[in-house]
């Protein structure tokens, strides 16, 4: 049973009684329906943020492991550690504030 009702505007409701009044349509009016929307949203949602995450990742990852494997060096590799955490973490937070 697929519902096409607008969610939060007035509908015309008609019953057999003389006067025709009106309904709000809501989820929990939508039954199944409202509730299939809303899963595949969140899935929709996290597929973004990790699709994007790892995609835009990979490129962090693979300069610093290139970088670290052209230049031998400790200090190096301590701090392309650390630059490359604050890198990814801010890159998460990015990909889930564009999918929102």
């Given at each position: 049973?697929?519902?096409?009702?607008?969610?939060?505007?007035?509908?015309?409701?008609?019953?057999?009684?003389?006067?025709?009044?009106?309904?709000?349509?809501?989820?929990?009016?939508?039954?199944?329906?409202?509730?299939?929307?809303?899963?595949?949203?969140?899935?929709n949602?996290f597929?973004?943020?990790?699709s994007?995450?790892?995609?835009?990742?990979?490129w962090?990852?693979?300069?610093?492991?290139?970088?670290?494997?052209?230049?031998?060096?400790?200090?190096?590799?301590?701090?392309?550690?650390?630059?490359?955490?604050?890198?990814?973490?801010?890159?998460?937070?990015?990909?889930?504030?564009g999918?929102?």
């Open positions: 049973m697929e519902h096409n009702l607008p969610l939060g505007r007035e509908v015309p409701f008609y019953s057999t009684s003389s006067t025709s009044s009106s309904v709000k349509c809501d989820k929990l009016s939508l039954g199944m329906g409202g509730i299939l929307m809303d899963s595949f949203f969140y899935f949602m597929r973004n943020i990790i994007k995450f790892f995609l835009d990742g990979i962090v990852v693979g300069f610093f492991y290139l970088l670290t494997k052209t230049y031998e060096s400790d200090r190096l590799k301590q701090i392309s550690k650390y630059v490359m955490g604050t890198a990814l973490a801010l890159l998460f937070i990015y990909s889930v504030m999918s929102i």
